[in-house]
Every structure is written in C-alpha cells, then in structure tokens.
C-alpha cells in the first residue's frame, strides 16, 4: 500500500520531504479530535508515555473511554472544562512529509483562533458528521478557509459507519455543500467518506465502503500538490535587517536580509528598491552555506546590489514591471481578535510584511455573518470574532498586493497602540 | 561548531520540472532565521538562552546564519544552576569562543547566596525550578526585551499552546489564556517597560528534526548525547548519573552502564538512557524507533503533576 513504513513498523523520514501545513476545525462532537487521534497513532506519533497519560487521565476523569482529546488539549483549564480554547500544533510525518497540525476549536466564539490556525495553512479540513449533513457549523469552516485563501479544503464526512456506508448519503451532502460553496473561492474541493472512530478510510481505504474509489485522507494529505501554491510569479522581497560586519575585510559588505515573500530573484537579476523607485541590479545571493543563483519562497536569503543604494528595513525589493500597489488607504476584510470592539474612529498600529505604520479606520463598509454570508451595512463596529470590510487610512504607503494573489504581501495585523495586544487580522481586497 | 571539512549539503534542490522545492528541514530552518531577525530588527536588546543542549546549539547556530556574513547581534546568556555537567561547560565555553560571542553567566548560587531563593534540601532537591527566578533578575538587570528559547512545541503539552513570540508581563509570568493571536508570519514584539517577549525559533521543530539538522549540518555537541560508559544509579526507574550534586537514597547502589543523554539539564533531574548509540547516524536511528518522549524518559522535573510545565512557565520558566 502507497503510505508504506508509515503505518508498518518504524516511521523515518526523508530528508527531502516537504513540509506540509493543515489546519483542522471542529468541536468534540465531530470527532476531530477521534480523527486527528487516530492520524497520529496510525503513523506512530503518539508516544507509550503519552497514551499511558490520557489512558490515566481518562480513567480518573470517569470518561469511560480513552479520550483522544486530551493529547491536544494542553493546558489545565481545557482538561478541567473538556474544551478546547486555543490553537493547539501537533506534529507528524510519513516516509513522504512532515505535516504541522493547527488544531483550533470549531465554535463561533473562537472564530479568532481559527483564522489564526487557517492563515498559515496549505490545506484545510472541515469535518461534516454524516448523520447531521451540512451545519451552519461547517459552512462556516469552509468559508474561514476560503477567506483566508487556503488553496485545498478537504471534506471529511465522518461516521458513516452510522448510516451504514451509505453511499446516497455521501452523495448528497457532497451536492448540498457543492452547491453552497458555489459562493466561495476555493480552488481545490475534496470529499471523502470516514469513520474516524473505526478508521475507514483514514489511512487505509476501507472495505466497508467499496463504492468509494477516492484515497484515503492519509494518502490525499501525502500526495496533494502543495508546492504550486506559492506565488512564483511576482518577485517581491520585504528587507528585514541590514547586514554589515564590523570586520575590516568586509568593510565595504552591505547585505539585506529577508525571507523571499513570493517570486524568484536571480542573480543579474534588474529591480528596484520600493518606496524610493531606485533601480539597481543583484550583485549576489548569500547564504551561510554559499552563494545562490536564485533564491524563492520561502528561503531566508541576503541580497547584495549592485549600486549603492539607500535601503533600509521596511523597503520592498520587487522587478521594474511587477511592482505592489503601493497604497495610502487600503480595503480589507478583517477579523476582529480583541474583546475590546473595533473602534469606528479608531487609530491602530498596523504591521505589514516587515513595515509597521498607523491606520485609521475610514470607514466600516460593511459586516459579514459568518454563517450565512449576509452583510451588513450598517455596522458601525466589529466585534470579537467577527469579520468584515473595512476601509483603513495609513500614516505611511505601505507596499501591498491583493491577498487573493499574495497571502505574503496581502495581509496584516492591527495592533492596539495602548494595550500592544493583536487585535485584528487584515487582509488586502 | 560547524565543521568545514567537507562541502555543507546543498541548501536546495531544485527539481528537474522547476518545482522550487524545499526540504522540510529547510523551510524550518527559513522560518526560524526569519524570526531570529525579525527580533533582532525590532527588539531594542535580546539575548539567546543557551544550555549546552542540542536545541539551543541549533538554535545559536540558526543565529549565525541569520547574521552571517556579520556577528550576533546579542549575547548569549547561560542560566548556571551550578549542577551541570562538566562535559556541556567545556562545549559551551569552547563554542563561545570559536564564534567570538559574548556570554553572561547568570548564577543560580548568586541568587542563593544574596537570599533570593532558598535552596531545596535532602536527596531529592533540585536547583530546576530555582532558574527561574535567576533568569528573571538577569532579564531585568540587563534590560532584556526578548530572550531566545530553544523550546519546541511537540516537547510537552502546555508548550504545544505557546506562542512563538511568548509575551511575558512585568512578573514574568506567560498567560496562557491571554495570548496574543499570532497569524501568518507577522509577529508583535511591542511590549512595554518592564515586560519582555520570549521567542522560540524552533516552535514547529520535532525531536526528530532537531537530530536530522544536527546530522545534516554536522554540527557539534556535547559528548553526553552519545553513548558512553558511566557510573549512574536507579531511581523512579530512571538513570541519573553519579555526581557531588545528587545524593544517594538508602538502597540506591551505582553501578556502570553503557548510556547516553536524551536531554541536557541540571544534573540533579536529568535521566539517562541506556544506549549504545555512539555516532550521529546511530542517534538519529534510535531517535527515529523510539516509543516514548524525551521528556517523558529523561525528565524528573515533568513528573511533578500533570501541568508541571505550565505551572513552571507561568512563573517565568524557559
């Protein structure tokens, strides 16, 4: 079978496997945490010492059964109240990836934490509970993904073995929410049939379910093509620190240290220096470990330029004719993280790729109901865990794309001036 | 640290269909060199706590590259319980050295002695949790902003939570409940006088990771985490090593064993494990097959109750 060592004997990893990061949403009921337990054990991450604790754990709580939740839920007040509050990362891999996990809680009180787990995700996986069909609960996952422009969402409809693998009711929950997402932007839909308690269909095909010609979702998560994600297209490199050495023979050394956001720089490569325009040419790409030809998303890289220009931390390193907007006031959707409400005439520190400004909010156009896409446009504030549209005014240009193109470039984080708390998630529209 | 003998591996592999690929080890390690400069660019003062263990070795050496061709641009800063291993003090000074860092020692005696902390008494006492107090003087007597860690999220269950910019209040304290949110790779250094950020580079990093990188960058380590024959004793089933600072129960009898350190900490609560593992290849192997958690096998400190790290860490705990 194609997942291999993973699920036989010692799992190892190659060292040129890819990094792969899915988030997950959901509450106990929809036995996200039964699935994401049985992923971790079917690829032998879960360690004897750890299972021994939940087994004990479980025993003492009277849970009857060996809770897999509490392998995710870490700290003392989620194992007290049997919920989960925060995003939790777990970690696994097969002989192919290495996958990071964002578990977040799945309950509209904690849409926060789930924006924070999707907007880092190559893949997002919703659960639906085939006996229920589609719930507010999960549209609303799959719009969170889509907004956050996670490019593959797979569908896992769980516990078929209650309505006795049935086919028919796979297929219509696979039209109905077909038919809702029509709405949404999302690339890249996958629907497969699960028990997570049982394992059906969770790392290996099942039996029960010979209709299904799919894989399995270990074998989806192993094989779904992540690396075309990234922006290859547009060059764009946020400097993040000036490197010059003290030492006398690199006297004359000026490096501009950054990750690379999107695209690929090359060396002769033209480009210009934003916001000052200036245009130069790549002298060489440095590494610790030597020089580059080329560097792209997402290396940690030092550029060297050919002329000597002014270039400090905040600028952009982009191509002559590919250049971000380069933008005073800016429209975004925006998730609302702070108990204290947006405030309408508000002033914020916002911070985008390595450039902090201000921003005042212009205006709230409107305020989306998360469950049923309605707006609303008479809001006249955002409160904690929601989202909408806003239209903000900036001290200073900051050097933006659309985040539909370019999550790197396209998104941002508000900051309060007076507590230093996050309090809102950005992105560019 | 590094050893030039032979040519580092090729940081990149591109595929012939000009995918752009990159190894998992590789996007960690841009990540981390990410948040190491992000720090040093917005941070007024950091430091890099270092152990002598394997996780703050990658993490000093994640440091260097971020930096090269310049220098650090922070010093590092060894938490002295005075129960180390003598092995990890002779690496750690040797290290310092070849890379012309700076190193401030904090002492955990000092604090004893100026009457800062009391010392635990008897066979079982551990200087463990006295550190953090030490650390939070040193914090503030040198007016540290941020303050690197080498801890990673898959190493016990309250760190899985944390942040990687950890914000800490005037106290020290980390708030679990009241964390900041933390979205793509925009992280929020503001913090007030008085209040620091603690910033783990290797949060997504996995035991496993640790030791492939090691591998991969043959980097240097403490002789410790290789198998050796060393006079040790038994104990709630764990292996310490024989040393002054540790006192014998009744009934406890050394005896000489072939073993190898998981994880590097005060003598005083760090197990051994029985290994035969003696190269960097045999360790990653043993790391790879291995059932149980390294906190789990060689950690005395954890057994405590079930939130003894978050406990810990809400005092200001690495």
């Given at each position: 079978?194609?997942?291999?060592a993973a699920?036989?004997?010692?799992?190892?990893?190659?060292?040129?496997s890819?990094l792969?990061?899915?988030?997950t949403?959901?509450?106990?009921?929809?036995?996200k945490?039964?699935?994401?337990?049985r992923?971790?054990?079917?690829?032998?991450?879960?360690?004897?010492?750890?299972?021994?604790?939940?087994?004990?754990?479980?025993?003492?709580?009277?849970?009857?059964?060996?809770?897999?939740?509490?392998l995710?839920?870490?700290?003392?007040?989620?194992?007290?109240?049997g919920?989960?509050i925060?995003v939790?990362?777990?970690?696994?891999?097969?002989?192919?990836?290495?996958?990071?996990i964002?578990?977040?809680p799945g309950?509209e009180?904690?849409?926060?934490?789930?924006?924070?787990g999707?907007?880092?995700?190559d893949?997002?996986?919703?659960?639906?509970?085939?006996r229920?069909?589609?719930?507010?609960?999960?549209?609303?996952?799959?719009f969170i993904?889509?907004?956050?422009?996670?490019?593959h969402?797979?569908i896992?409809v769980?516990?078929?073995d209650?309505?006795?693998?049935d086919?028919?009711?796979?297929?219509?929950?696979?039209?109905?929410?077909?038919?809702?997402?029509?709405k949404?932007?999302?690339q890249?839909?996958?629907?497969?049939?699960?028990?997570?308690?049982?394992?059906?269909?969770?790392?290996?095909?099942?039996?029960?379910m010979?209709?299904?010609?799919?894989?399995?979702?270990?074998?989806?998560l192993?094989?779904?093509?992540?690396?075309?994600?990234?922006?290859?297209r547009?060059?764009?490199?946020?400097?993040?620190w000036?490197?010059r050495?003290?030492?006398d023979e690199?006297?004359d050394?000026r490096?501009y240290?950054?990750?690379?956001?999107?695209?690929?720089?090359r060396?002769?490569?033209e480009?210009i220096?934003?916001?000052?325009?200036r245009?130069?040419?790549i002298?060489?790409?440095?590494t610790?470990?030597?020089?580059?030809?080329?560097?792209?998303?997402?290396?940690?890289?030092t550029l060297?330029l050919?002329?000597?220009?002014?270039?400090?931390?905040?600028?952009?390193?982009?191509r002559?004719?590919?250049?971000?907007k380069e933008?005073?006031?800016i429209?975004?959707?925006?998730?609302?993280?702070?108990?204290?409400?947006?405030?309408?005439?508000?002033?914020?520190?916002?911070?985008?790729?390595s450039r902090?400004?201000?921003?005042?909010?212009d205006?709230?156009?409107?305020?989306?109901?998360?469950?049923?896409?309605?707006?609303d446009?008479?809001a006249?504030?955002?409160?904690?865990?929601?989202?909408g549209?806003?239209?903000?005014?900036?001290?200073?240009?900051?050097?933006?794309?659309?985040?539909?193109?370019?999550r790197?470039?396209?998104?941002?984080?508000?900051?309060?001036?007076?507590?230093?708390?996050?309090?809102?998630?950005?992105?560019?529209l | 640290?590094?050893?030039?003998?032979?040519?580092?591996?090729?940081?990149?592999?591109?595929?012939?269909?000009?995918?752009?690929e990159?190894?998992?080890?590789?996007?960690?390690?841009a990540?981390a060199?990410?948040?190491?400069?992000?720090?040093?660019?917005?941070?007024?003062r950091a430091?890099?706590?270092?152990?002598?263990?394997?996780?703050?070795?990658?993490?000093?050496?994640?440091?260097?590259?971020?930096?090269?061709?310049?220098?650090?641009?922070?010093?590092?800063?060894?938490?002295?319980?005075g129960?180390?291993?003598?092995?990890?003090?002779?690496?750690?000074?040797?290290?310092?050295?070849?890379m012309?860092?700076?190193?401030?020692?904090?002492?955990?005696?000092?604090?004893?002695?100026?009457?800062?902390?009391?010392e635990?008494?008897?066979?079982r006492?551990?200087?463990?949790?006295?550190?953090?107090?030490?650390?939070l003087?040193a914090?503030?007597?040198?007016g540290?902003?941020?303050?690197?860690?080498?801890?990673?999220?898959?190493?016990?269950?309250?760190?899985a939570?944390?942040?990687?910019?950890?914000?800490?209040?005037?106290?020290?304290q980390?708030?679990?409940?009241?964390?900041?949110?933390?979205?793509?790779?925009?992280?929020?250094?503001?913090?007030?006088?008085?209040?620091?950020?603690?910033v783990f580079?290797?949060?997504?990093w996995?035991?496993?990771d640790?030791?492939?990188y090691?591998?991969?960058?043959?980097?240097e380590?403490?002789?410790i985490?290789f198998?050796?024959?060393?006079?040790?004793?038994?104990?709630?089933?764990?292996?310490?090593?024989?040393?002054?600072?540790?006192?014998?129960?009744?009934?406890?009898?050394p005896?000489?064993?072939?073993?190898r350190f998981?994880?590097?900490?005060?003598?005083?609560?760090?197990?051994?494990?029985?290994?035969?593992?003696?190269?960097?290849?045999?360790?990653?192997?043993?790391i790879?097959?291995?059932?149980?958690?390294e906190?789990?096998?060689?950690?005395?400190?954890?057994?405590?109750?079930e939130?003894?790290?978050?406990d810990?860490?809400?005092?200001?705990?690495f």
């Amino acid at each position: 079978m194609a997942t291999g060592a993973a699920t036989n004997g010692k799992p190892t990893v190659t060292r040129t496997s890819e990094l792969v990061r899915f988030a997950t949403a959901g509450s106990v009921d929809d036995g996200k945490s039964t699935l994401i337990g049985r992923l971790l054990f079917d690829t032998k991450s879960i360690f004897e010492d750890q299972l021994e604790h939940v087994e004990e754990t479980s025993r003492r709580r009277g849970d009857g059964y060996v809770n897999l939740a509490l392998l995710t839920d870490g700290l003392r007040a989620e194992r007290e109240q049997g919920i989960t509050i925060d995003v939790a990362y777990r970690y696994f891999h097969t002989p192919r990836r290495k996958f990071i996990i964002a578990d977040t809680p799945g309950h509209e009180q904690y849409t926060r934490n789930m924006v924070t787990g999707a907007s880092t995700a190559d893949l997002a996986l919703v659960l639906i509970d085939a006996r229920k069909g589609v719930l507010e609960q999960s549209r609303r996952h799959a719009f969170i993904a889509s907004l956050l422009r996670i490019p593959h969402l797979v569908i896992c409809v769980n516990k078929m073995d209650l309505v006795d693998w049935d086919q028919e009711v796979f297929d219509r929950i696979c039209s109905d929410f077909t038919g809702w997402a029509a709405k949404l932007e999302v690339q890249d839909v996958t629907f497969i049939p699960i028990s997570a308690l049982h394992g059906d269909n969770v790392v290996e095909r099942s039996a029960n379910m010979p209709w299904y010609e799919g894989p399995s979702l270990l074998y989806h998560l192993e094989h779904v093509h992540v690396a075309a994600d990234r922006n290859l297209r547009d060059a764009r490199f946020p400097v993040q620190w000036v490197t010059r050495p003290m030492r006398d023979e690199l006297h004359d050394y000026r490096g501009y240290a950054g990750e690379v956001a999107s695209g690929v720089f090359r060396t002769g490569d033209e480009v210009i220096v934003l916001p000052s325009g200036r245009a130069t040419r790549i002298a060489g790409i440095d590494t610790y470990d030597g020089e580059l030809d080329e560097a792209y998303p997402p290396q940690s890289v030092t550029l060297r330029l050919e002329d000597d220009v002014d270039v400090s931390r905040g600028d952009m390193i982009c191509r002559p004719a590919n250049r971000p907007k380069e933008a005073k006031d800016i429209d975004a959707m925006v998730c609302w993280m702070s108990e204290r409400p947006l405030s309408a005439s508000g002033r914020y520190r916002i911070k985008h790729t390595s450039r902090t400004a201000l921003a005042k909010v212009d205006e709230v156009v409107y305020r989306m109901d998360v469950n049923s896409l309605h707006r609303d446009q008479d809001a006249a504030s955002l409160e904690l865990n929601e989202i909408g549209k806003l239209r903000l005014r900036l001290s200073t240009p900051l050097l933006v794309d659309e985040y539909r193109r370019n999550r790197a470039t396209g998104s941002f984080i508000l900051i309060d001036e007076s507590t230093n708390d996050t309090v809102g998630a950005g992105m560019v529209l | 640290m590094h050893s030039r003998t032979s040519p580092a591996p090729p940081i990149l592999r591109r595929d012939q269909d000009l995918s752009y690929e990159i190894s998992h080890l590789r996007a960690l390690e841009a990540e981390a060199i990410h948040v190491i400069r992000e720090v040093a660019a917005e941070l007024e003062r950091a430091v890099l706590l270092f152990s002598g263990g394997k996780d703050s070795a990658v993490l000093l050496h994640l440091a260097r590259k971020a930096f090269h061709p310049g220098g650090l641009p922070f010093p590092v800063m060894h938490v002295d319980t005075g129960h180390n291993f003598p092995e990890v003090i002779e690496y750690r000074d040797k290290l310092v050295e070849e890379m012309g860092a700076r190193l401030i020692i904090a002492s955990v005696q000092d604090s004893i002695d100026n009457g800062r902390v009391v010392e635990e008494t008897g066979p079982r006492a551990s200087r463990n949790r006295l550190q953090s107090v030490t650390l939070l003087d040193a914090i503030e007597e040198h007016g540290f902003k941020a303050a690197f860690g080498g801890a990673r999220r898959d190493e016990e269950r309250a760190r899985a939570k944390e942040r990687i910019f950890s914000f800490r209040d005037d106290f020290g304290q980390w708030d679990p409940k009241g964390q900041r949110p933390e979205l793509w790779n925009l992280y929020n250094g503001f913090v007030k006088p008085g209040e620091h950020v603690r910033v783990f580079p290797l949060s997504n990093w996995t035991e496993l990771d640790v030791w492939q990188y090691v591998a991969e960058e043959k980097l240097e380590l403490p002789c410790i985490y290789f198998a050796h024959e060393r006079e040790v004793f038994k104990r709630d089933g764990m292996l310490y090593a024989v040393s002054d600072h540790v006192e014998l129960l009744p009934g406890e009898e050394p005896f000489k064993r072939w073993v190898r350190f998981r994880t590097v900490g005060d003598m005083s609560c760090t197990g051994a494990v029985a290994s035969k593992a003696q190269s960097l290849e045999d360790v990653v192997a043993e790391i790879a097959a291995t059932r149980i958690t390294e906190r789990g096998e060689t950690r005395a400190d954890d057994r405590i109750s079930e939130a003894a790290m978050e406990d810990r860490k809400k005092e200001g705990y690495f």
